[in-house]
């Protein structure tokens, strides 16, 4: 099969030119306020890969300076803002200004060098863009944000495929190969001109898509942490924490796991007395010295109100007591800042307990430990009850 190159040069410029179209349609189609997510750049680096692969198209019709000089430079324009886009969607410190615009003024150069010689441009040009690309995958790779979700492996795929190409046109050029096909002249492709025309143009699609789907990967993450986030203490909510209780005990394998609901004592009397908005500050805080005082696996989430609840794997009664007295001494210890002074504070805690080996429901759990704090409030506040047994 004999493939022109102008026909592949149309496909190739209506395949960015209709996801240019498509970017816009998505970066300009939402609501609110703009986000600085990327999408524009990105679109922007779409757009200049499209007039650049027309430039190239125009080849022999239009002067050299045109289509293989501001073409080349357009190209490394274009990685750039790939790379721009990237780091705008991480939400993280653009690198030094050098790595933007030092391959745009050494493609340049080489383009106007080389001018006469498509050999040495695809040595060249492949050690340029090449490291453009070594550029946008390290950006990928070091952010562990971008890599919780999975469309960044399309981006990386395309990454890495350009980058295998640059490196086979460039093989093929130091080969001694010379004669390689241009829109101006009836050269047969050469196969590695073929394989590039395809997987620039797999690119462009898997990219754009892949970046489009972090976005959205993204923002599901927003959402479902929204969903399960108790906005007012920024711990998990109850659906939350009933979700992991769930799943805490259904995965204990036989180990203990303990289950502590917390009150703070006196909640209505802060609120009448000092307001609503101390009694929101006063929430927060308690929120915080709690999750401070706790290990890495157990959770504290808002069960409701002035209610938290602390979900404890690998928890035997003894460390259930020991952890509850440590977070009753954590709050009473220390009087809490607020706009209307200092505020002393106290919480009553009261514990149920799975212990090893023993099947137990969620529902009974919660109401042994609810029962617990009943007695906690009922024989005097501030102390830590366990269900059937009275720790002081």
Known sequence: MNLDPRTLLFSLILTYALTVLSLLVAALGGSGGRKRDGMGKWAAAMFLETLTWTLIAARGGIPDVFSIIVANGLKATSHALILAAIYEFQQRRAPHWQYYLAPIALSLVMAAILVDDIGGRFIWG?????????????????DQKTRAGRAWRL?????????????????????????????QNSSTLHPVQIISFIAIMATALLGSIGFVLMI??????????MAMTDSL??????????????????????????????????????????????????????????????????????????????????TDTKG?????????????????????????????????????????????????????????????????????????
Not at 352 to 366: A, D, G, K, Q
């Open 126 to 142: 492949g050690l340029i863009f090449g490291f453009q690309m070594v550029l946008i995958g390290h950006a990928l790779l070091s």
């Open 155 to 183: 981006l990386f795929g395309g990454v890495a495929m350009i980058v295998l190409v640059l490196g086979l046109r460039a093989a093929v050029a130091l080969s001694g190969h010379s004669e390689f096909a241009q829109p």
């Open 216 to 225: 959205k990967e993204r923002t599901d993450r927003e959402i479902m942490h």
């Open 233 to 314: 203490t920024q711990v998990p909510n109850r659906r939350a924490l009933m979700a992991y209780a769930e799943h805490a005990m259904a995965r204990r394998n036989g180990s203990p796991l303990a289950l502590l609901m917390i009150d703070v004592d006196h909640f209505k009397l802060i609120n009448d007395t000092h307001g609503h908005l101390i009694g929101d500050e006063v929430l927060r805080k308690v929120a915080t010295r709690l999750a401070r005082r706790l290990r890495g696996h157990d959770l504290l989430g808002r069960y409701g109100g002035e209610e938290f609840c602390v979900i404890s794997p690998d």
């Open 320 to 392: 259930a007591l020991t952890l509850a007295e440590s977070l009753r001494e954590t709050i009473a210890s220390t009087p809490f800042a607020t706009e209307n002074g200092g505020l002393s504070i106290t919480i009553s805690i009261g514990i149920s307990h799975c212990p090893s080996n023993v099947i137990r429901e969620l529902i009974e759990v919660l109401a042994e430990s609810d029962s617990a704090l009943y007695t906690a409030k009922q024989t005097g506040r501030n102390k830590v009850v366990g269900f059937g047994v009275e720790t002081a």
